[in-house]
């Protein structure tokens, strides 16, 4: 079965690849692996983004793709995969169109996770991290013992810049703007499956699963 995993930040993408590439026997292919993979490996696709990364500047699509293309053509995927991170917009899902051609397969399913705006703020908004050791906590779903305080080491609690209201909302805007023209282009192709990413996290692999079953991927 050949998936992509499509969601706003702050969806549960990164977990729910886990658990439902695990029920499915088939490897979960993240795109922030495939980078770090390539950077830590010295690959020349992985020199050249560095180059980029480290002047602070986006990665080049055709730098992202080439990344994409060679981890698509190892052994691992040859039976199905679930691909978490790309395509982020339509160009680029007509390029994974190509690519899956060249080795004769196409894609089962595109699943999309969706949860409401306010929801993905409370998630993203809610998130402090500790300055020593990086452990993070929700002040409303699992919020420390004394406030600013964590748990773990007693070191100062703080919100990271990219966890700030105003940047989640930026990012939702952006992910909205890529991403529903995308959602339109598996949808019209009836390769799309929506479901709901609220709730426990095993509620939401339990939902995946049934609704990947009924549509029959």
Not at 38 to 49: I, Y
Not at 103 to 117: A, G, H, W
Request: charged letters at 25%.
């Amino acid at each position: 079965m050949r998936i992509v995993l499509v969601g706003p930040p702050g969806a549960g993408k990164g977990t729910q690849a886990q658990y439902i590439a695990a029920n499915l026997s088939i490897p979960a292919v993240s795109t922030g692996d495939i980078f770090r993979a390539n950077v830590s490996q010295g690959t020349p696709l992985g020199r050249e983004a560095k180059t980029y990364m480290d002047a602070g500047n986006l990665v080049p699509d055709e730098v992202t793709i080439g990344m994409v293309r060679e981890r698509l053509a190892q052994p691992d995927v040859a039976g199905g995969f679930l691909l978490d991170g790309f395509p982020r917009n339509t160009a680029q899902a007509k390029v994974l169109d190509e690519i899956l051609a060249e080795n004769d397969t196409e894609l089962d399913v595109v699943l999309e996770l969706k949860v409401e705006d306010s929801e993905i703020i409370q998630r993203i908004s809610g998130r402090r991290q500790c300055r020593a050791n990086g452990h993070v906590c929700h002040i409303l779903t699992d919020a420390p013992k004394v406030a600013g305080i964590c748990d773990e080491c007693g070191s100062e609690l703080y919100q990271r810049d990219d966890d700030r209201e105003e940047t989640v909302r930026h990012r939702l805007d952006v992910y909205k703007e890529q991403t529903e023209p995308l959602v339109g282009y598996y949808s019209e192709r009836n390769l799309l499956l929506q479901i709901q990413a609220t709730g426990p996290v095993k509620e939401v692999t339990e939902r995946a699963m049934t609704a990947l079953r009924e549509f029959g991927a």
